[in-house]
């Protein structure tokens, strides 16, 4: 079975912290994303990388990087927290190559900034 | 601004029922529609899937119907059960990126 790992599930951080949220995968799959999930707005995709060192901004990417140093941990990163980040953070990872490289998800970290 | 529109936000079912999910889209150059299934603490997860060339799929209780000419596909949930409680969110890939509808909150009721 496929499997992504998140470090944290719940995060509490102060308005102005530098904030690290990783991911890691284990199937040596080539794509990796970064999604923050709001009610009423469903999942929308920040970052992404499909390979290692390579990244492309998503959909909302203001606020955030990210760093890809190894195939398997995608690491997304807030420079200076605001209270607007405060949202459901979900990794994903898939297979290049075929047609429908479905998306497979961790179990999503919880960041509150106060 | 959400490419991919989905409704309604939540609906209640009783068991045994049908439960219907609509999603529209606009952009022609997706090629790929899943939807996903999420339960409360956890990773959305794949459920189904259909390409535009396709007007139906069935997956056990689980159907996709797909209307190109409309731009426009709907997952039905068939004799539904307590457990296929959980959030429900289309997609449509363009560019090798999923877009996700914003949500349906599905409560089937015993």
């Known amino acids: 079975d496929v499997k992504v790992t998140q470090s944290s599930r719940y995060l509490v951080k102060r308005t102005g912290e530098k904030v690290f949220l990783e991911c890691v995968q284990d199937m040596d799959h080539e794509n990796m994303f970064w999604y923050r999930q709001d009610p009423g707005l469903g999942l929308r995709l920040i970052y992404f990388s499909y390979d290692v060192k390579m990244k492309e901004k998503g959909d909302i990417p203001e606020g955030y990087s990210v760093s890809r140093e190894k195939k398997e941990r995608f690491s997304l990163i807030l420079e200076s927290a605001s209270t607007n980040q405060t949202s459901m953070y979900l990794c994903a990872s898939s297979r290049t190559g075929g047609f429908y490289n479905e998306q497979f998800f961790g179990p999503g970290t919880r960041l509150t900034v106060l | 601004q959400q490419q991919v529109k989905q409704s309604p936000q939540s609906l209640i079912v009783q068991k045994g029922g049908i439960s219907i999910i609509n999603c529209a889209y606009e952009?022609?150059?997706?090629?790929?529609f899943p939807w996903y299934q999420q339960f409360p603490g956890k990773g959305p997860a794949l459920l189904i899937a259909?390409?535009?060339?396709?007007s139906e799929k069935k997956e056990g209780r689980f159907t996709i119907s797909f209307n190109k000419s409309a731009k426009q596909f709907s997952l039905h949930i068939m004799d539904s059960q307590p457990g296929d409680s959980a959030t429900y969110f289309c997609?449509?890939?363009?560019?090798?990126?999923?877009?996700f509808g914003a949500g349906t909150t599905v409560t089937v009721r015993a």
């Open positions: 952009n022609t150059a997706f090629d790929y």
């Open positions: 259909i390409r535009p060339d396709v």
């Open positions: 997609a449509a890939r363009g560019d090798y990126k999923l877009s």
